[in-house]
């Protein structure tokens, strides 16, 4: 593995070509953001008595009745300070709400995808090394099917088993509202709320990501070195997960990194049908709402994830194979 002051060369370069990536990503998302039909102020008094001309007055103090290209400077101008600009949904900083919510999206999504590397990765090799067993056809049979379910319906499948037939589970929603609890009661509660969704969000990924490491594996356990080392002795154990998952590992680790944007964006489907408070129920609705300073705050923050997510994925090749240099 090169040293650290090439990890760290490699890393500030890579930081300062976000930015202008980030600026070009901003004008496009900010244009076609502006394209949509109609504004925040048409969305909450279109159906009013107000006059046009204290619609026209509230879209002046909103800037609204500016060129779309100014409109972008003034923005641009804020976001360089940390100013998101300000949610008309909420009437609170973009910055406020976006850290109000995302963290409940991002308790849901690490939940989901521990639990989906846990059972997906042992699942994945095994199959690999038991092709057309009756293990690998059944969980073939099971990924599949995961894939396939729409992530909807899989939800209100659960939602009609675990709270509709058997009462097991709440319905939707966070925690029970209306009811005094001490803090241990609170936290059970708001577990026992996120049992549903975190289930229907593993069973929705553990499916492509168990074929994802079962054909990384396939591509290995088939060569030359692996075939070496069995003639060595070595017990099958060691042969799998020491030598040919490590070699297996570059494309599950580009996987992991690309996964690091979700953990943070929320699952819009699933979160609006078990009525969770995450950062994709809020977005589903700004998109309503016109809430534009709230999307653009969003869709940036997505963007500036998936590159991070990408450089966190290079770094790791040089970890995961000592013989990958990057430059």
Same mark, same amino acid.
């Given at each position: 593995?090169?040293?650290?002051?090439?990890?760290?060369?490699?890393?500030?370069?890579?930081?300062?070509?976000?930015?202008? +990536? *980030?600026?070009?990503? $901003?004008? @496009?998302?900010?244009?076609? =953001? &502006?394209?949509?039909? #109609?504004?925040?102020?048409?969305? !909450?008094?279109?159906?009013?008595?107000?006059?046009?001309?204290?619609?026209?007055?509230?879209?002046?103090?909103?800037?609204?009745?500016?060129?779309?290209?100014?409109?972008?400077?003034?923005?641009?101008?804020?976001?360089?300070?940390?100013?998101?600009?300000?949610?008309?949904?909420?009437?609170?900083?973009?910055?406020?709400?976006?850290?109000?919510?995302?963290?409940?999206?991002? +308790? *849901?999504?690490?939940? $989901?995808? @521990?639990?989906?590397?846990? =059972? &997906?990765?042992?699942? #994945?090799?095994?199959?690999?090394? !038991?092709?057309?067993?009756?293990?690998?056809?059944?969980?073939?049979?099971?990924?599949?099917?995961?894939?396939?379910?729409?992530?909807?319906?899989?939800?209100?499948?659960?939602?009609?088993?675990?709270?509709?037939?058997?009462?097991?589970?709440?319905?939707?929603?966070?925690?029970?509202?209306?009811?005094?609890?001490?803090?241990?009661?609170?936290?059970?509660?708001?577990?026992?709320?996120?049992?549903?969704?975190?289930?229907?969000?593993?069973?929705?990924?553990?499916?492509?990501?168990?074929?994802?490491?079962?054909?990384?594996?396939?591509?290995?356990?088939?060569?030359?070195?692996?075939?070496?080392?069995?003639?060595?002795?070595?017990?099958?154990?060691?042969?799998?997960?020491?030598?040919?998952?490590?070699?297996?590992?570059?494309?599950?680790?580009?996987?992991?990194?690309?996964?690091?944007?979700?953990?943070?964006?929320?699952?819009?489907?699933?979160?609006?049908?078990?009525?969770?408070?995450?950062?994709?129920?809020?977005?589903?609705?700004?998109?309503?709402?016109?809430?534009?300073?709230?999307?653009?705050?969003?869709?940036?923050?997505?963007?500036?994830?998936?590159?991070?997510?990408?450089?966190?994925?290079?770094?790791?090749?040089?970890?995961?194979?000592?013989?990958?240099?990057?430059?």
């Amino acid at each position: 593995m090169f040293g650290d002051y090439d990890m760290r060369q490699y890393i500030t370069r890579r930081l300062l070509l976000m930015i202008p +990536i *980030l600026i070009g990503v $901003s004008i @496009i998302v900010f244009f076609l =953001i &502006a394209s949509i039909p #109609g504004d925040a102020i048409d969305a !909450k008094f279109a159906q009013s008595h107000l006059t046009p001309q204290r619609i026209a007055q509230m879209k002046a103090m909103l800037g609204l009745n500016q060129p779309v290209w100014k409109r972008y400077f003034t923005w641009a101008g804020n976001a360089i300070q940390g100013n998101f600009g300000f949610s008309t949904q909420y009437n609170l900083p973009v910055s406020t709400v976006i850290h109000t919510f995302i963290w409940n999206s991002f +308790i *849901l999504a690490l939940i $989901s995808f @521990i639990l989906e590397m846990a =059972i &997906a990765i042992p699942v #994945g090799v095994y199959s690999a090394t !038991k092709v057309h067993s009756a293990f690998d056809i059944i969980f073939t049979i099971i990924a599949f099917a995961g894939i396939s379910l729409p992530s909807f319906f899989l939800a209100l499948l659960l939602q009609k088993g675990f709270s509709v037939d058997l009462g097991w589970m709440p319905l939707d929603g966070m925690q029970t509202i209306g009811v005094t609890m001490t803090p241990v009661q609170r936290f059970a509660d708001v577990c026992q709320h996120m049992v549903l969704p975190v289930i229907c969000l593993t069973m929705e990924g553990i499916g492509g990501t168990m074929r994802y490491v079962r054909t990384s594996m396939l591509e290995v356990v088939h060569q030359d070195y692996i075939r070496t080392a069995r003639s060595k002795g070595l017990p099958e154990r060691i042969v799998i997960y020491k030598h040919a998952l490590r070699n297996a590992a570059i494309p599950i680790v580009t996987f992991i990194g690309g996964a690091l944007p979700g953990l943070f964006s929320g699952a819009l489907i699933t979160e609006t049908v078990f009525g969770w408070p995450g950062i994709g129920k809020i977005f589903l609705a700004s998109i309503d709402q016109r809430d534009y300073m709230f999307m653009m705050g969003y869709v940036m923050l997505l963007a500036l994830l998936v590159m991070l997510g990408n450089l966190l994925s290079d770094v790791l090749y040089s970890v995961v194979d000592p013989r990958i240099r990057l430059k």
